[in-house]
Nanobody, 124 residues
Framework: QVQMVEVGGGLVQAGGSLRLSCAASTRTFSNNGMGWFRQAPGKEREFVAAVSPSGGSTYYADSVKGRFTVSRDNAKNTVYLQMNSLKPDDTAVYYC?????????????????WGQGTQVTVSS
C-alpha cells in the first residue's frame, strides 16, 4: 500500500507563488511516474502536471504551462510542484498521484494511489 502526504498549500494573492511537496512511502518511487491533479468545487479532478520516473520528461496542462514546474527528488521519495504567477482560477484542492497517464482525463480513475490533497486558495 502506497501512502502519500502533500504539504505546502495555503492562501496567496494573485501573482504569488507556492510550492507543493508530496512524499511517498514506496520502495519503488524511482520506478514510478508521478503526477499532480486538482479539483475545484463542483468540478471534475483535472490533470495539472506529470514527471517521468527519472525526472527527464515533464508534462503540463495548457492552463499551467509556463507558470508551474514539476520536479522530483528520488533520494527523498518526493515530488514537487512549484506554482508561480498564481491566478484565482488555480484555486482548488491539489492531489499527487502515482503513475497517472500524462494528460489523463478520467479524473479520480487516473491513478490507484492518491494523496489526501492540499488546499490552494488564490485571492484576487
Amino acid at each position: 500500500q502506497v501512502q502519500m502526504v502533500e504539504v505546502g498549500g495555503g492562501l496567496v494573492q494573485a501573482g504569488g507563488s507556492l510550492r507543493l511537496s508530496c512524499a511517498a512511502s514506496t520502495r519503488t518511487f524511482s520506478n514510478n511516474g508521478m503526477g499532480w491533479f486538482r479539483q475545484a468545487p463542483g468540478k471534475e479532478r483535472e490533470f495539472v502536471a506529470a514527471v517521468s520516473p527519472s525526472g527527464g520528461s515533464t508534462y503540463y496542462a495548457d492552463s499551467v504551462k509556463g507558470r508551474f514546474t514539476v520536479s522530483r527528488d528520488n533520494a527523498k521519495n518526493t515530488v514537487y510542484l512549484q506554482m508561480n504567477s498564481l491566478k484565482p482560477d488555480d484555486t482548488a484542492v491539489y492531489y499527487c498521484a502515482v503513475d497517472p497517464p500524462p494528460f489523463c482525463t478520467l479524473g479520480s480513475r487516473c491513478s490507484d494511489y492518491w494523496g489526501q490533497g492540499t488546499q490552494v486558495t488564490v485571492s484576487s
